[in-house]
């Protein structure tokens, strides 16, 4: 009995180390970056039911980085270490959407979080990608598959913001209600992941 209790501990060890192991760790670069620059995923459409959910994501997002205090909000994708990019999801696996025209652009921003105010003027959706078509342009209606959850991404910046969504995200969160506020769980689990690969970092410099 004695026995069958030591294997029972030993295979309960070697299967926490393994988790341990598997664990997703995050880049040197991404742990050493400073400035964030948070905009909505690219060519993602606004629910119907409501087209400023993804405005507001963006937003409830920026003010969630800005209380953690760790990195620093810029205007521009080029003066970023790190791209974030978010989309709300609508609970549904196919939902009717509105493109184009005005919807998601902002040109001022005005956000006091925690005595901290950040003031500036961009576009929601930076198109310095290619000319848009005039008939894009203008708001119409869409579909869009796969948009149940809320989704969050982390791409490297020092890009324009063509190439550094191209790029493969660095980090991936999604999840129902991942971007609701005032919690942003996507936000916190970024940070969750952050501690644990420095902590991990840490760890191998140990002798």
Known sequence: MQYLVIIVLTMIATLATAKDKNKATLPADILNAHTVYVTILPNAGEPVTDPQANAKARDDVEKALMKWHRFSLVLDP???DLVVCVKKGTGKAVSPTISGGPIDQRPVVFQPTDGAIRVGGHQGKPTDVEPQDPIDARPHYGTEFGTAEDLME??????TLR???????VW?????????SPAVPAVDKFR????DSEKQAAN????
Not at 154 to 159: A, K, N, S, T
Not at 172 to 180: G, H, T, W
């Open 192 to 195: 969750k992941t952050i501690e």
């Open 163 to 169: 190439l550094a969504t191209d790029s493969p995200a």
């Open 204 to 207: 191998k410099g140990k002798p």
């Open 154 to 159: 982390v791409h490297r910046g020092r890009e």
């Open 172 to 180: 991936r969160y999604s999840n129902k209600d991942a971007l609701k």
């Open 78 to 80: 080029s003066q970023a």
